[in-house]
């Protein structure tokens, strides 16, 4: 898939994605794995939305983290990037080894309305990622790059910060710890850096107010989202073959209906007294 310009975002924008990044007021990122989910997160308010590359992966029935989704995760930048919130894309590292290759995406995410890119490092070698994010922030440079290192993810934390060191001085604009739980070291990484430090919320973990006084200033929801739908559905479908009904909040089919991104539809309701409409979105 190429994608044709549709939006450029606006410096503004740009801007003001990077103004929420706020010390003691952190940006709260959650993370959307399809449009329904991505217009139901900013219907409450939230003025920033992320992509899961989990969500999206697995929705498509492929790997994560395999250099496997581009095609998906640029298809859903296209549908969301004009949506009426800040929109940041989970591009794995990038779906390629070539900076070249990850820049000519990055670009293309920014000309469809993304404001933001998350590349992950996946412990392989730091001097590669610091070149992919330099060919980014020359090709996109108002794109904000989330530079995310795996080293507690998928290591012992060993080399953490050099990685760092090295990724903010490649330009990243923001750092990201995935793993990273325990409140002194999140503290010592906050001192050391010039840039963001972005942690994954874990329930397990310090709770977001936490963070925001430990100097955190972006808190992403990753895949917990699309992990916590997938596991509401089949304990419901669990609950009505057993007789029961389920509780929790939902969505009216007219609701959901309502996210579909503006074009000529026709639609056919799949409950009694759903109406068949035909029309266009304004």
């Keep these: 898939m190429t994608a044709e310009p549709q939006q450029t975002p606006s410096n503004r924008a740009a801007t003001d994605f990077a103004a929420l990044h706020r010390a003691g007021e952190p940006l709260l990122l959650p993370n959307a794995w399809d449009h329904a989910s991505a217009r139901a997160l900013a219907g409450q308010g939230f003025p920033a939305?992320?992509?899961?590359?989990?969500?999206?992966?697995?929705?498509?029935?492929?790997?994560?983290?395999?250099?496997?989704?581009?095609?998906?995760?640029?298809?859903?930048?296209?549908?969301?990037?004009?949506?009426?919130?800040?929109?940041?894309?989970?591009?794995?590292?990038?779906?390629?080894?070539?900076?070249?290759?990850?820049?000519?995406?990055?670009?293309?995410?920014?000309?469809?309305?993304?404001?933001?890119?998350?590349?992950?490092?996946?412990?392989?070698?730091?001097?590669?990622?610091?070149?992919?994010?330099?060919?980014?922030?020359?090709?996109?440079?108002?794109?904000?790059?989330?530079?995310?290192?795996?080293?507690?993810?998928?290591?012992?934390?060993?080399?953490?910060?050099?990685?760092?060191?090295?990724?903010?001085?490649?330009?990243?604009?923001?750092?990201?710890?995935?793993?990273?739980?325990?409140?002194?070291?999140?503290?010592t990484v906050v001192r050391h850096l010039e840039v963001p430090l972005n942690i994954l919320y874990s329930p397990g973990g310090p709770p977001v107010a936490r963070l925001a006084g430990l100097g955190v200033r972006r808190v992403s929801l990753g895949s917990l989202l699309y992990r916590r739908a997938l596991g509401a559905a089949v304990e419901a479908a669990a609950e009505f073959r057993a007789g029961r009904t389920p509780t929790g909040a939902t969505p009216s089919y007219d609701e959901v209906a309502g996210y579909a991104a503006p074009r000529l539809r026709v639609e056919g309701g799949d409950q009694p007294g759903d109406r068949a409409r035909v029309g266009r979105l304004a």
């Design 49 to 187: 939305v992320g992509t899961t590359s989990l969500g999206v992966a697995a929705a498509a029935g492929l790997p994560d983290g395999a250099a496997a989704t581009r095609e998906e995760t640029l298809r859903l930048a296209v549908a969301l990037g004009s949506g009426p919130f800040l929109l940041s894309v989970d591009a794995e590292g990038g779906f390629s080894d070539d900076p070249g290759e990850v820049a000519e995406f990055a670009r293309e995410l920014y000309a469809v309305g993304a404001v933001g890119i998350n590349l992950e490092d996946g412990l392989g070698p730091a001097a590669r990622h610091a070149a992919k994010i330099e060919a980014v922030k020359r090709a996109a440079p108002g794109l904000f790059v989330n530079a995310r290192t795996d080293t507690h993810w998928l290591g012992d934390g060993d080399g953490t910060l050099a990685r760092l060191d090295a990724y903010q001085q490649a330009g990243a604009d923001g750092v990201f710890v995935p793993g990273l739980t325990d409140p002194r070291r999140i503290e």
